[in-house]
């Protein structure tokens, strides 16, 4: 019988974590397309206390973020032990890239959001899901 290989703890982190940070830039860029303004929040023109778009997109990063990295440290984790299917690998890599494209196709659009204001959206983006993404993979392997 086979010996039941581990990838290191590290490397589970560091890949899901990428894949998480990459899931939620791809939700940030179709959620932009769609019209939730990530950036609703600063701003003082409005008379509302917060939008409510901009609450719906930040809650979908961090979500997508967290769900993203433990999704993909659960996968890892049962592909180093020959565990998953190899129909199963191959679907979830095509449903990544077409995500992936959609997003791409939608970052390619031209932006309606001043050029600071959105890199300022975008590092905070970038940082949200970090941390949500290391959050998302270090429970996954600590129930493993």
Known sequence: MA??????R?????GAMVSGILLALAVHMLGAQMGLDLGGLWRS???EFMPA??????????????SGS?????????????RIQQ?????????????LAGA??????????PTLASFITGLVVLG???????????FTLRKT
């Open 128 to 138: 949200l899901s970090a941390a949500m993404a290391f959050c998302g993979a270090y």
């Open 104 to 113: 791409g196709q939608a970052a390619s659009a031209p932006s309606a959001a």
């Open 70 to 82: 433990y999704f993909v440290a659960t996968l890892m984790h049962s592909a180093a032990s020959n």
């Open 87 to 99: 129909r199963l690998r191959q679907f979830l890599i095509v449903i990544a890239v077409l995500f």
């Open 10 to 14: 590290h490397l589970i982190v560091g």
């Open 3 to 8: 010996e039941t290989v581990h990838f290191p």
């Open 45 to 47: 023109d409005t008379g």
């Open 53 to 66: 778009s901009a609450a719906i997109a930040w809650w979908l990063v961090a979500t997508a973020s967290f």
